[in-house]
């Protein structure tokens, strides 16, 4: 019921070399997308999905009739859902440097094809490590190359939840003629230290596993699944909330008895394992590093570099120097409490400058954008809480840009924007589906 039924994937060739970022070029590249509903005759109606982390193309619908999962969004995309296919036409693509069709590490590396005469290496010729990193910005240029491809000129929408919330701000950023409406969901402006350390460790527990070798592990004819299942039960512990792991497993063990050894015994430890194994056996481990590493980079203010936000504290001229050791003794003897309340003051200082620097930034990025804007956090979101969509928020606000805040209530943490919220499910819908406000506006930010 709903759904936009059996859909077959489709191959997009590039054979034009990609500069990235990293100053590395693709001699060519492929990009695997799927489409749902129709696109109307002007090409208006069209809206892209950019996926999250572990996504693919495959955001709805089935790939065969005995298929028994549905797409990653199937409960938002489709007839009279939120993302309406009887209305939009949705495309949803695959990124570069995944492992789910378009060019990765997985996929054939041009440079090390050659012919069976010359072929004395058992190596598969993949570009497995030797792929460049890339980043959030390279996956928007990609995309709009495949929107040149496919004759859309300007997107009535494009839509991200997390990683693909980035690439949704980042497209409002690097093309803001070519789209109207920007959502962006369960996202942030960048990743904080505290994130930066949890793809660290992720990415340190496939690095040390002796099966990776050096990311060579095809040619080993190994895999580095312990590193692969830690990295994602590091993720998943971040994705879930306190709440939500105390309600679904509590203390529960799995035989109901301590078993005295280190082997699963609580219900939370088989969940994390079972993840872990699932998640091991369709992903790859150099897609893993690569996409966190393109998490850690991004910053769509790089290009516009923050203007101090105050004026620099006017240095003082030295108090006089005291005389004599009654009057130096008084001055040592000021309790040690005043000291530290006067670093505390300027340890706020310091935090409020570096906030109104970031804000300073993300206005100068926004200040040429030309899209409405929907931004949907979750409150048990602590992955990227609140307080960062409500950065974005404030610095389009800041900038006269139409934006709309929707701050839903859900147990779920990260995961939410996953899942068939009602009051976030008619935010997306509503905003999709009202009057497009043409030129500079001053924003209504609703936030609840």
């Given at each position: 019921m709903g759904s936009v039924g059996i859909v077959t994937p489709q191959i997009f060739h590039f054979a034009e070399p990609l500069t990235l970022e990293c100053n590395r070029t693709l001699p060519s590249f492929d990009l695997i997308i799927e489409t749902y509903g129709t696109l109307n005759s002007d090409k208006s109606n069209a809206i892209l999905i950019c996926h999250a982390l572990s996504g693919s193309h495959h955001a709805a619908g089935l790939h065969s009739a005995d298929d028994k999962k549905a797409g990653w969004w199937d409960n938002m995309i489709g007839p009279n859902k939120a993302i309406d296919t009887n209305r939009f036409y949705v495309v949803c693509v695959n990124n570069i440097g995944s492992c789910f069709g378009s060019t990765g590490p997985t996929t054939l590396n041009p440079e090390n094809v050659i012919s069976d005469d010359e072929n004395t290496s058992t190596e598969p010729p993949v570009y497995g490590p030797d792929f460049p990193l890339v980043t959030i910005k390279d996956w928007v240029k990609t995309q709009a190359m495949l929107s040149d491809r496919l004759g859309i000129e300007v997107w009535h929408a494009i839509v991200g939840g997390s990683m693909g919330g980035m690439q949704a701000l980042q497209w409002s950023v690097d093309y803001p003629e070519r789209l109207k409406r920007c959502v962006v969901i369960a996202s942030t402006p960048k990743l904080s230290a505290q994130n930066i350390a949890f793809n660290e460790v992720a990415r340190q527990s496939i690095l040390s596993d002796p099966?990776?070798?050096?990311?060579?592990?095809?040619?080993?004819?190994?895999?580095?699944?312990?590193?692969?299942?830690?990295?994602?039960?590091?993720?998943?512990?971040?994705?879930?909330?306190?709440?939500?792991?105390?309600?679904?497993?509590?203390?529960?063990?799995?035989?109901?008895?301590?078993?005295?050894?280190?082997?699963?015994?609580?219900?939370?430890?088989?969940?994390?394992?079972?993840?872990?194994?699932?998640?091991?056996?369709?992903?790859?481990?150099?897609t893993y590093l690569l996409m966190t590493k393109a998490l850690d980079y991004f910053d769509p203010t790089r290009d516009y570099p923050s203007v101090a936000a105050t004026d620099a504290i006017e240095s003082t001229e030295p108090a006089a120097q005291l005389e004599g050791s009654i009057a130096a003794s008084v001055k040592s003897s000021k309790n040690s409490t005043q000291v530290e309340l006067e670093d505390a003051v300027a340890t706020l200082d310091e935090i409020e400058n570096d906030r109104q620097q970031e804000l300073s930034a993300l206005k100068a990025a926004f200040a040429h954008t030309q899209c409405q804007y929907l931004v949907v956090s979750f409150t048990t979101d602590w992955r990227f809480a609140p307080e960062r969509s409500q950065e974005i928020v404030d610095a389009l606000m800041a900038t006269g840009k139409p934006v709309n805040y929707i701050n839903v209530d859900a147990p779920h943490g990260h995961d939410s924007f996953l899942f068939d919220i009602p009051r976030y499910m008619g935010a997306v819908r509503g905003f999709l589906t009202a009057p497009f406000i043409s030129g500079k506006s001053t924003a209504t930010g609703a936030r609840s």
């Open positions: 099966d990776f070798k050096d990311g060579r592990y095809l040619q080993a004819g190994t895999y580095p699944r312990r590193g692969l299942i830690l990295a994602r039960m590091v993720g998943h512990i971040t994705y879930l909330t306190d709440d939500a792991m105390k309600a679904k497993f509590g203390r529960d063990l799995k035989s109901g008895k301590f078993m005295y050894g280190y082997d699963v015994e609580f219900q939370v430890e088989s969940y994390l394992r079972y993840q872990g194994e699932r998640f091991s056996e369709n992903f790859d481990a150099n």
